[in-house]
């Protein structure tokens, strides 16, 4: 043990870990993010506020029990790069991080407290191949960690592959391309369940739109959303 640790402590030394927001080294005892930026994340405690302005964005489109995002994806935020790291450079870790800390806040929310299962919104095998994991199986892995709530990663599954929905398309294009995209697979696994469906970034809400199309199929579900950051309407 004794050795284990100044092994770590070399390679502490050689190969610093840096906070991923604004890129100080961590300390032994911080994860993903310094104090300083953890404390500062602009949380939206809208999982504890009904009609929010994630909740709204389905108003009309689809019925869901309740939506929320942990903090709002703002150009120029020192944490904006969480999820473009996330996403694209391998940091899964921040998923885990970031979905926990999700977790934390959704268990002491009222609207939350009936939630069965977690269904991250699936990839398509060649991207999650191409990137090697799902972003959204990471953040649902933290928020299972923070609540202990099953997750359920094959009853929904993803058969068309398509562009990133970063692009800049319009959001009539954005539900085109995604509306036939998911498939259900095994329905009776969450009949009568309470899904928290989960995603990383909110924009147009076209892909929650198109999975919780095609949850609310089956019999007795309820579905809530959960989502790492949205994109702030003006």
């Not at 329905?187 to 609310?216: E, F, R, Y």
């Amino acid at each position: 043990m004794k050795w284990s640790l100044i092994a770590r402590s070399f390679l502490g030394l050689l190969y610093p870990k840096l906070c991923e927001a604004c890129g100080t080294t961590l300390n032994t005892h911080e994860e993903v993010l310094c104090l300083r930026c953890l404390n500062l994340l602009p949380r939206t405690n809208f999982w504890n506020e009904p009609d929010n302005p994630v909740d709204r964005i389905f108003w009309g489109r689809v019925q869901i029990e309740h939506a929320c995002a942990l903090f709002p994806f703002v150009k120029g935020s020192r944490y904006r790069k969480l999820i473009h790291s996330l996403k694209y450079h391998g940091k899964r870790e921040i998923g885990i991080m970031l979905g926990r800390l999700l977790g934390q806040e959704l268990k002491n929310s009222p609207f939350y407290q009936t939630i069965d299962t977690i269904v991250p919104v699936p990839l398509h095998p060649k991207k999650q191949y191409m990137r090697g994991y799902n972003q959204c199986e990471q953040i649902a892995i933290g928020i299972a960690r923070a609540t202990g709530w099953a997750i359920n990663t094959t009853a929904l599954s993803r058969q068309i592959f398509t562009n990133t929905q970063t692009r800049r398309i319009s959001q009539i294009n954005r539900w085109v391309n995604v509306s036939e995209v998911f498939h259900l697979n095994d329905p009776d696994v969450l009949k009568n369940k309470h899904i928290l469906l989960v995603d990383d970034v909110l924009t147009s809400g076209s892909t929650l739109d198109a999975c919780a199309t095609q949850l609310q199929k089956i019999e007795g579900c309820k579905i809530s959303i959960a989502v790492l950051s949205y994109i702030k309407r003006h």
